[in-house]
């Protein structure tokens, strides 16, 4: 299902399912990393696993200062069907890629309603559109890499 993340109408609504989000995405890489039979393809998914910590450690900073508690834990339900229990289950390099490529769909839709966020302020727009940059990167190399497989 596509993600409602974007839609919330509060700015510390939005930062507090950004992290959960990120936080399914890393553990989706971890499992990702784990399954993958070719190790080059794994490295690239480790370095992207990167970009992901970064925005965690942003949005944190962003609850801190909003005052809000941060989600500690990624989403159950989301782990089941997208996410890090769902990707352990599937087999071959190019299923994987597939479906971490649709993961990717919603980060990039959950950060391009965020850049567009009316309680954004400049340094978390700012932000944002980095982070909308590095998911359209992840998905366009997912997207690329499972083709040609
Ligand atoms: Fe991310
Ligand atoms: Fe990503």
Redesign the pocket.
Known sequence: MATTVGKEREIETLVQDLITLERD?IAAYDSTIEKLSDSALSSQIAQ?RQ??LQHLDVLNEMAAELGIPAPTEGDAKQMLTTGKIALAQLMGDKTILKAMKTN?DD?VTAYSRAVNHPEAVEKSRAFFSKALA??ER??AWMEQTATAL
Do not use: L
Request: proline share 0%; charged share 50%.
């Open positions: 995405a992207f970009d992901h990717e980060t590095d998911e992840h998905r």
